[in-house]
Nanobody, 124 residues
């Protein structure tokens, strides 16, 4: 099993920045990548970004490309999501997830492990 704990959410004004952290523990060696997803009120959960643990290969959703940066510290088993130029439409609960699938995917069904989520609220 893999445990994921997010932190760093909060309230920020439009145009501001936040950095989310996701600390992984347990059998992290069984996972290939970590990802961030978000769920806004009344909407389905959507993919935000992912990173491969070993290669560092990144992939972003179009809606956040150029504003968000995903990174990892393999020694600390921690993944980060730096969010800049935040917009009110970025308001959501942000979830960290880990995948043990070899083939990368943006589908939440391909991620076996999930954190509890952290709220990000962007005011206009």
């Amino acid at each position: 099993q893999v445990q994921l704990v997010e932190s760093g959410g909060g309230l920020v004004q439009a145009g501001g920045s936040l950095r989310l952290s996701c600390a992984a523990s347990g059998r992290t060696s069984s996972t290939y990548r970590a990802g961030w997803f978000r769920q806004a009120p009344g909407k389905e959960r959507e993919f935000v970004a992912r990173i491969n643990w070993s290669s560092g290969i990144l992939y972003y959703a179009e809606s956040v490309k150029g504003r968000f940066t995903i990174s990892r510290d393999s020694a600390k088993n921690t993944v980060y999501l730096q969010m800049n130029s935040l917009k009110p439409e970025d308001t959501a609960v942000y979830y960290c997830a880990a995948s043990n699938r070899i083939i990368p995917s943006t589908s939440e069904s391909e991620y076996a492990y999930w954190g509890q989520g952290t709220q990000v609220t962007v005011s206009s």
